[in-house]
């Protein structure tokens, strides 16, 4: 179904499309050469590349390259049904390069948004509801997280028979154990454990 925010914004991606066709014809090159990042910002500004969604959850500013990251550990694969958009390494105002990931009819849990901000601590969350953006939230690095990460070490407390919730303290670029001070860093997606 189409209703009339869509095709006013249809009718803005044409008049940018316009805009750049003829700013392109007074060039030497005919537009066809020295498209350099000026013309990647406009892209984005005009939202060209990934289109807007009605309901759902979009994380923006996550570090370039790192989207399929960010959906393993939040558990999505497509093979549930869900909608989801990936924009990668875009031009960004506030980093070199951005992924935008875009998930349709859902919204995160706080242990979801916890896992986040240790691997996109630049990452912004916005809660879209009928097409407008009605929250929007830096993720929060915490001092600890709990029961979001499983620790690899067999000898740690966490991997024994008592039921003990994982914890780990949140250091600048890795999380530590606090029963085993086991560390994890670069390999810490291979180990999120959310709910
Ligand atoms: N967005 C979307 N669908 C909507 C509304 C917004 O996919 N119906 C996306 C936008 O494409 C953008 C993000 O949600 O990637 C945030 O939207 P908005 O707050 O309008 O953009 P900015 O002001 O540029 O955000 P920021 O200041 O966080 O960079
Ligand atoms: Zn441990």
Redesign the pocket.
């Known amino acids: 179904m189409t209703g009339p925010g869509d095709r006013r914004e249809a009718d803005r991606d044409r008049a940018a499309d316009r805009d750049r066709r003829e700013d392109d014809r007074g060039r030497p090159d005919g537009g066809n050469a020295g498209r350099d990042d000026r013309d990647d910002h406009r892209d984005a500004d005009h ?1 060209l590349r ?5 309901n ?1 959850t ?1 994380i ?2 996550v570090s370039g390259g790192l989207a399929l990251t960010v959906l393993g550990v939040l558990g999505i694969d497509g093979s549930a049904g869900e909608v989801v ?1 990936i ?1 990668m390494n875009v031009p ?3 980093l070199a390069r951005k992924d ?1 990931v ?1 998930i349709e009819n859902r919204e995160l849990s706080q242990d979801e948004v916890d896992v986040l901000s240790l691997l996109a601590p630049a990452a ?1 969350i ?1 809660i ?1 509801r009928a ?3 009605r929250e ?1 939230h830096r993720v929060d690095r915490p001092a600890q997280v709990s029961g979001v990460l499983s620790c690899p070490n067999p000898d740690c407390i966490t991997a024994g028979r008592e039921p003990v919730t994982s914890t780990f303290d949140v250091l600048d670029r890795s999380v530590r154990c606090v029963y085993c001070e086991t560390i994890l860093d670069a390999d810490l997606t291979d180990h999120v454990d959310i709910g």
């Open positions: 939202e990934v289109t807007k969604i009605r759902g979009v923006d500013h958009s924009g960004s105002d506030r935008i875009k912004t916005n879209v097409y407008q953006v929007k």
